[in-house]
């Protein structure tokens, strides 16, 4: 079983945070059954990132792909994250936990940016 | 002429504003000549919003579409960006200057999520 957990920095400001669930609830169901699809936080809200890959491994995944919600390759991108999942990945030798590349770097990320100036 | 200020947080990592600049390069040759393509940064960077407002202006800009490069509907895109157009959209009523949907409000970041995540 595949699963996606979306990783965002997280923030005092609580409707913030209910803008990622939200996103996630909308990715969740453009995905469809047999995937699971998280939600976690670096910092600042529920779920941390070992809880969030806890809860995709209850859940029944084999595989868990975290996907970090950041527009720049900050050193949240390059080392904190990398810190929350490495002790997953020992603790859960049979699973495969990997990162994926940090929405900033996605040229799908231009085309959203053309079409919000009116192209 | 049209022109489009991306707006950026801004950070005192000097990479991640050259990020910025960078997909600015990207944006700007995919739009073509005759438009203009600028970025600003709401702090820690140069040069500010209203100095990139005026930018546009210099090289001809009778329309400022400011995109806001922001994640999250929080106080900066609510509150903090707007403060800051205000002044030169009264400085400059020839010109109009508006202010587009933040990047987190694009159903195409979804896109971009999911094939991060391989689609």
Not at 38 to 66: H, K, M, N, W, Y
Not at 86 to 113: F, M, N, W
Request: net charge negative; hydrophobic share 40%.
């Amino acid at each position: 079983v595949k699963s996606i957990l979306l990783v965002a920095h997280g923030s005092r400001r609580q409707a913030s945070n209910d803008e990622v669930r939200e996103l996630t609830a909308r990715l969740r169901a453009r995905r469809g059954d047999g995937e699971i699809f998280e939600c976690a936080f670096l910092e600042l809200a529920e779920p941390s990132i070992p809880d969030g890959i806890q809860r995709c491994i209850d859940g029944g995944a084999t595989e868990v792909t975290v996907l970090p919600y950041f527009l720049s390759a900050g050193r949240h991108v390059a080392e904190d994250i990398p810190n929350e999942v490495r002790p997953k990945q020992v603790e859960h030798p049979g699973v495969r936990i990997t990162i994926s590349d940090y929405l900033g770097s996605s040229a799908l990320l231009e085309d959203a940016l053309l079409q919000l100036a009116g192209d």
